[in-house]
């Protein structure tokens, strides 16, 4: 049966009509989003047991009691399952019993990627999914294996790993393995040829352990993700010499990710060596990190064609750090994310320059927030903007761009090119009406799926040209925030009238409550009530007439922000 097809089965309308399932027909994707009734896992399993083909399966959330192993038996006997997922998104679920045993019967030959998260798993489920002295036998087809903030027994694990003769993908999180341990993770690993990518986030390993993986293992990755790790210094100088020797000072690495590991300038200089042998590198992830240092120059030589992604977030770099990472032609960057690092306006103007050069025909990202970037280093940045044709994603926020700062950069961004834009965030800048203005201008000639213009001090002069380019454009915006702005009353009305009237693209709205009186109140609920795509409002702070706030409540996708 194709489950992607609701004409080849009398039961898919039943479970279409199921409130805790989305389904995504096309892709042939199911995801159970909130807990299920007997009588639904009872039509689910009729439909799995039936032959059903599916792409992706998701059980997300508690199964009734005693319903666990059956449906999962029920999935290991279905025509094919490429992924599974069980448990939850959020580390402060509390395991579901039903749903250890699900996975411990799930098994199917044909599954591709398995994902358990935030699960306790016994050591009889352990071996149930294992599969016994079998287990080799059961999952010759996993390409994937994520394990995420789960209890098991790390003996079973490793074991059941070593026999996953297809495995490429390998994630273990919030896993604190003991020095024994490690030794039969890194056997195991060692005995998988086809294993390129390791992510041992959140993991606590002594340094001795880090070692035994880095020696002959970790070198032939192309990708390795240690984030939050609190690594240090030390442990960061024992990986990457273990790596370095291994593999004659030549890498294969493509993805580098060492996000929130604590480490400074001496970690920095020795991930400077391994970079220099690494001349495939394509993303590299040093965010929240003690750098406080600058990059040498001729670090990134060996990769400036291949290097894509460079984040940099919250390093403590200054201008000098950021002038020294941009020093290099950088032919095929797409993502430089250097928030958090006070950069101020000499880094600005290192940014412009990179634009001017190389970097505006291929740069899509850019996320510069919280800089300390005033209204001149605004002024340069727009002069580099004025090239950058591939930008997609821009985000500003508090940084005090000033009243002509900020204005002339969205100029730039809205003359450059005519493609949308997927983010422009210019949070707490000062644009001002002129700000908005521009804004307006970059709605009107190429879109925005998510504009933030909160705490700008725009007035309602400022909402009126914003609403007038909502519905004189063409293209799309879908998700407008103008929050901690004073567009009182008239600006209120005036924009929500515009969108209830011809709007066809914005879906999502936030504004402040602080100036609305009812009539703006009134507007937000006409715009509510017509038959456009606006779907949810928000507002912050408390409307200043209580009538206001008695008829908010009643219109329905209206929430207060202190319900996100």
Not at 62 to 91: M, N
Not at 112 to 117: P, S, V
Not at 129 to 148: A, E, F, P, V, Y
Not at 280 to 303: S, V, W
Request: neutral net charge.
């Amino acid at each position: 049966m194709d489950i992607s097809n609701p004409s080849d089965s009398a039961l898919f309308p039943s479970l279409c009509n199921l409130a805790s399932f989305v389904v995504n027909d096309s892709k042939k994707m199911f995801t159970f989003v909130s807990e299920l009734t007997p009588g639904e896992v009872s039509v689910l399993i009729s439909i799995l047991t039936s032959g059903a083909e599916i792409e992706c399966f998701g059980i997300h959330q508690k199964l009734p009691a005693g319903t666990g192993a059956e449906l999962g038996e029920a999935i290991r006997r279905s025509g094919r399952i490429g992924t599974l997922l069980v448990g939850s998104d959020t580390i402060k679920y509390k395991p579901s019993p039903e749903l250890s045993r699900l996975v411990a019967a799930s098994p199917n030959p044909t599954l591709e990627q398995l994902k358990i998260r935030c699960l306790q798993i016994d050591d009889e489920r352990m071996n149930q999914l294992c599969g016994g002295s079998s287990g080799n036998q059961q999952l010759t087809m996993l390409r994937s294996l994520k394990i995420q903030y789960c209890q098991f027994n790390i003996v079973l694990l490793t074991e059941w790993i070593s026999s996953l003769r297809a495995l490429e993908t390998l994630s273990i999180s919030g896993v604190m393995f003991s020095p024994s341990r490690v030794g039969a993770l890194a056997a195991a690993l060692r005995r998988l040829p086809a294993v390129t990518d390791l992510s041992l986030r959140e993991v606590e390993i002594e340094a001795e352990g880090w070692q035994q993986l880095g020696s002959g293992f970790f070198g032939r990755l192309w990708k390795l993700n240690l984030s939050r790790d609190r690594l240090g210094d030390e442990k960061i100088a024992m990986i990457v010499n273990a790596i370095l020797v291994s593999r004659r000072r030549r890498c294969e690495l493509r993805e580098l990710h060492l996000n929130g590991n604590s480490f400074g300038p001496a970690g920095a200089r020795k991930i400077e060596e391994l970079i220099a042998c690494s001349p495939h590198l394509r993303y590299m992830d040093l965010g929240h990190n003690k750098l406080e240092t600058e990059i040498a120059p001729q670090t990134f030589r060996g990769c400036v064609d291949s290097l894509e992604v460079l984040e940099f977030g919250n390093c403590m770099m200054g201008s000098s750090g950021i002038v020294s990472l941009l020093v290099c032609d950088y032919y095929a960057l797409t993502t430089l994310e250097i928030y958090m690092n006070g950069i101020g306006n000499l880094g600005a103007r290192a940014i412009a320059q990179f634009l001017l050069h190389h970097g505006g025909r291929t740069l899509k990202v850019l996320d510069a927030r919280y800089n300390c970037i005033e209204e001149a280093g605004a002024l340069e940045l727009a002069e580099g903007l004025v090239k950058a044709y591939a930008i997609r994603s821009i985000n500003m926020g508090m940084n005090p761009l000033g009243p002509r700062g900020a204005p002339a950069m969205l100029d730039a961004l809205a003359t450059v090119s005519e493609v949308s834009m997927d983010l422009i965030d210019f949070a707490g800048c000062n644009i001002g009406n002129a700000g908005a203005s521009a804004a307006g201008k970059i709605i009107m000639r190429r879109g925005c799926r998510l504009m933030s213009l909160e705490g700008n001090n725009i007035h309602a002069k400022g909402a009126r040209v914003i609403a007038d380019s909502i519905n004189s454009s063409a293209v799309l915006i879908s998700n407008l925030n103008l929050e901690f702005n004073d567009i009182g009353d008239y600006g209120t009305t005036y924009l929500l009238t515009q969108i209830a009237r011809e709007n066809r693209f914005i879906r999502s709205l936030k504004i402040d409550a602080l100036n609305i009186g009812v009539e703006g109140a009134m507007a937000i609920r006409r715009a509510m009530k017509a038959q456009g795509a606006l779907k949810e409002l928000v507002y912050g702070g408390y409307a200043r007439v209580t009538n206001a706030i008695a008829i908010l409540r009643e219109v329905e996708g209206v929430r207060p922000k202190s319900d996100d």
